[in-house]
T-cell receptor
Framework: DQQVKQNSPSLSVQEGRISILNCDYTNSMFDYFLWYKKYPAEGPTFLISISSIKDKNEDGRFTVFLNKSAKHLSLHIVPSQPGDSAVYFCAASEKTSYDKVIFGPGTSLSVIP | DAGVIQSPRHEVTEMGQEVTLRCKPISGHNSLFWYRQTMMRGLELLIYFNNNVPIDDSGMPEDRFSAKMPNASFSTLKIQPSEPRDSAVYFC?????????????FGEGSWLTVV
């Protein structure tokens, strides 16, 4: 039973437009959330994170929004660039067990030039 | 600084053979993780260690899988006997401390194919 869900396996966006990647979670004990990006033949790399005490965190072109009541978070990329084409993983951890980071199945983003 | 180092990068083995995957975490990192990536299940946490001690192995699929961390700079994931359904990319990752905000750093993965 997946605790972190990414229901869209893939997403295509035109260069310059906004990319929105969604993530849902079922465990109400999760209080720290992360997004990782993965290029082919490489390991995932950290992109951005958010604590449950916030509802938004921004870093350049990347913004993560958290809706705790809906157990939903999203990653916005504006503007999207071809180099953003990668698999994006949503991840979460509990306050009592920060070590245990659970990842979603990933969403493959293609940014079309 | 060197990142997380995994070996081998690629392994092709026959069903029934023993497979050993190796990992060297980043120096100074106290937590080590083994993840498996498959098309069906995405990135699954298999086991993680804190200060060389296994904390949670609930993600290990079955008894054919075992992991050890004899010291702070080395860990192994062993599959014996291997089966075709074990074919996946296995990632090792490490983190400095067990607290939020500390990024997990992944190795480049070991691509395992069991035929």
């Amino acid at each position: 039973d997946q605790q972190v869900k990414q229901n869209s396996p893939s997403l295509s966006v035109q260069e310059g437009r906004i990319s929105i990647l969604n993530c849902d979670y079922t465990n109400s004990m999760f209080d720290y959330f992360l997004w990782y990006k993965k290029y082919p033949a490489e390991g995932p790399t950290f992109l951005i994170s958010i604590s449950s005490i916030k509802d938004k965190n921004e870093d350049g072109r990347f913004t993560v929004f958290l809706n705790k009541s809906a157990k939903h978070l999203s990653l916005h990329i504006v503007p999207s660039q071809p180099g953003d084409s990668a698999v994006y993983f949503c991840a979460a951890s509990e306050k009592t067990s920060y070590d245990k980071v659970i990842f979603g199945p990933g969403t493959s983003l293609s940014v079309i030039p | 600084d060197a990142g997380v180092i995994q070996s081998p990068r690629h392994e092709v083995t026959e069903m029934g053979q023993e497979v050993t995957l190796r990992c060297k975490p980043i120096s100074g990192h106290n937590s080590l993780f083994w993840y498996r990536q498959t098309m069906m299940r995405g990135l699954e946490l298999l086991i993680y260690f804190n200060n060389n001690v296994p904390i949670d192995d609930s993600g290990m699929p079955e008894d054919r899988f075992s992991a050890k961390m004899p010291n702070a700079s080395f860990s192994t994931l062993k599959i014996q006997p291997s089966e075709p359904r074990d074919s996946a990319v296995y990632f090792c990752a490490s983190r400095r401390t067990a607290s939020s905000g500390n990024t997990i750093y992944f190795g480049e993965g070991s691509w395992l194919t069991v035929v």
